[in-house]
């Protein structure tokens, strides 16, 4: 059964960092990209970025580009998503995702993560 | 950047009856359209994959079509449990990916 089992609820403050996690299983986690979707309260979906854990190949949204950094370790199969500097406007749901593929396309986000709600407030 | 656009914004229909998502796309998308579920407190759920492929268990009554630059969700009779969001989504120019902004689904 393929599982995307993201790290908890966190609470931050304007200017701290962070790094939420994203453990993928059941799956070959090497051979699929993970994308990372933000959720802004009662909002839609924003794609912040996609990364392929076989070779770390990391793409951006230009939306997203130098706010936040794509990572993963294939060894322990699992994905990240970080912040150097929080801001308020960061509060948002964070979901990973792993895009499916289409032909021999990465096309939908086939199978998601629960989510991650970061709260940025002083 | 290739930009969708849902329509309505909100759809107040009654269980048994028809509804009809649109999403419009600002160039012409080949083939990679997606569409999801998403309902309060949960991830979203794929339910249509290239335009008009159903997901793993998804039921028939949820259709996709179109082509081009526009594309329609199509729920045949509605069940109590399909009120819900659902957003569009394309990947035609990799790597950028982007999300309509959702039409909502209510119970009238």
């Known amino acids: 059964e393929v599982q995307l089992v993201q790290s908890g609820a966190e609470v931050k403050k304007p200017g701290e960092s962070l790094k939420i996690s994203c453990k993928g299983s059941?799956?070959?986690?090497?051979?699929?990209?993970i994308g990372w979707v933000r959720q802004m309260p009662a909002k839609g979906l924003e794609w912040m970025g996609t990364?392929?854990?076989?070779?770390?190949?990391?793409r951006y949204s230009p939306s997203f580009q130098g706010q936040v950094t794509i990572s993963a370790d294939k060894s322990i199969t699992t994905a990240y998503l970080q912040w150097s500097s929080l801001k308020a406007s960061d509060t948002a749901m964070y979901y990973c995702?792993?895009?499916?593929?289409?032909?021999?396309?990465?096309?939908?986000?086939?199978?998601w993560g629960q989510g991650s709600l970061v709260t940025v407030s002083s | 950047e290739i930009v969708l656009t849902q329509s309505p914004a909100t759809l107040s229909l009654s269980p048994g009856e028809r509804a009809t998502l649109s999403c419009r796309a600002s160039?012409?998308?080949?083939?990679?359209l997606a569409w999801y579920q998403q309902k309060p407190g949960q991830a979203p759920r794929l339910i249509i994959y290239?335009?008009?492929n159903r997901a793993t268990g998804i039921p028939a009554r949820f259709s996709g079509s179109g082509s081009g630059t526009d594309f329609t969700l199509t729920i045949s009779s509605l069940e109590p449990e399909d009120f819900a969001v659902y957003y569009c989504?394309?990947?035609?120019?990799?790597?950028?990916?982007?999300f309509g902004q959702g039409t909502r689904l209510e119970i009238k």
């Open positions: 995702a792993r895009l499916g593929y289409s032909g021999n396309d990465a096309a939908q986000f086939d199978y």
């Open positions: 059941g799956y070959s986690f090497t051979n699929y990209w």
């Open positions: 990364i392929y854990p076989g070779d770390s190949d990391t």
């Open positions: 160039q012409s998308i080949s083939r990679y």
């Open positions: 290239d335009v008009s």
């Open positions: 989504q394309q990947r035609n120019n990799w790597p950028k990916i982007t």
